[in-house]
């Protein structure tokens, strides 16, 4: 009898032993593929985060970055005359500053757009400038061959006086870009336009005898 009531308590055991991994089996099955469902959403939010452009930006900044490369490049082609065409020292020296400086920041901007999945204005041999001639500050085809075709002292007039508008329109430019985009480095990058080129219009407009 004993021996019998051992057995019963024995198989009751068994019994509850196994109800019980059949249930921790279930809930496992349950809240792992809970668990695992959170999982994949965060590495897919660690993932886009991971590939997506640090830092906000909105369509401002798409258009201050689409518009200051073509802008920067007529100047730095401008700039480029100077250095066979001006006969003043001063002038080719500026210009070389406006090359140095503009370089950089199309190829910055540049990586900007690429990064946004935004298309990057495409640099052609010969750049067409009737394209962007409604740009504030930008000069026309016509003014891009006669100051090709000018040498000397009147080179350097005409490029003064070019090179005046062109920086006050980047100054516009990056005014806008102060006030409606939403990027931390384009916004830095338009108080450094702003801050530069409006101290070379000073110098501009000295060396042209107004200042």
Same mark, same amino acid.
């Given at each position: 009898?004993?021996?019998?009531?051992?057995?019963?308590?024995?198989?009751?055991?068994?019994?509850?032993?196994?109800?019980?991994?059949?249930?921790?089996?279930?809930?496992?099955?349950?809240?792992?593929?809970?668990?695992?469902?959170?999982?994949?959403?965060?590495?897919?939010?660690?993932? @886009? !985060?991971?590939? /997506?452009?640090?830092?906000?930006?909105? +369509?401002?900044? #798409?258009?201050?970055? %689409? &518009?200051?490369?073509?802008?920067?490049?007529?100047?730095?082609?401008?700039?480029?005359?100077?250095?066979?065409?001006?006969?003043?020292?001063?002038?080719?020296?500026?210009?070389?500053?406006?090359?140095?400086?503009?370089?950089?920041?199309?190829?910055?901007?540049?990586?900007?757009?690429?990064?946004?999945?935004?298309?990057?204005?495409?640099?052609?041999?010969?750049?067409?400038?009737?394209?962007?001639?409604?740009?504030?500050?930008?000069?026309?085809?016509?003014?891009?061959?006669?100051?090709?075709? @000018? !040498?000397?002292? /009147?080179?350097?007039?005409?490029?003064? +006086?070019?090179? #005046?508008?062109?920086? %006050? &329109?980047?100054?516009?430019?990056?005014?806008?870009?102060?006030?409606?985009?939403?990027?931390?480095?384009?916004?830095?990058?338009?108080?450094?336009?702003?801050?530069?080129?409006?101290?070379?219009?000073?110098?501009?407009?000295?060396?042209?005898?107004?200042?």
């Amino acid at each position: 009898m004993r021996s019998l009531t051992r057995r019963t308590a024995l198989t009751a055991a068994a019994a509850t032993a196994a109800l019980s991994l059949t249930l921790t089996a279930c809930g496992s099955d349950d809240g792992g593929s809970g668990g695992h469902s959170g999982h994949d959403s965060t590495k897919t939010s660690a993932s @886009a !985060s991971a590939s /997506a452009p640090s830092g906000r930006h909105n +369509k401002a900044d #798409v258009s201050f970055a %689409q &518009g200051m490369i073509p802008h920067h490049r007529q100047a730095v082609e401008m700039a480029g005359l100077a250095a066979s065409r001006a006969s003043s020292s001063q002038v080719k020296k500026l210009a070389a500053d406006i090359k140095k400086a503009q370089d950089p920041e199309i190829r910055t901007m540049s990586g900007w757009l690429e990064a946004w999945g935004e298309d990057v204005p495409e640099a052609m041999p010969g750049m067409d400038h009737s394209q962007h001639e409604g740009m504030p500050g930008m000069m026309s085809s016509k003014d891009m061959e006669e100051l090709k075709k @000018a !040498s000397g002292a /009147a080179f350097d007039t005409a490029f003064l +006086k070019l090179m #005046v508008q062109h920086h %006050q &329109g980047a100054v516009e430019m990056a005014g806008t870009e102060k006030r409606k985009g939403a990027y931390g480095p384009a916004k830095t990058m338009a108080d450094d336009i702003i801050k530069t080129q409006s101290e070379e219009i000073t110098v501009l407009n000295k060396l042209l005898g107004k200042g």
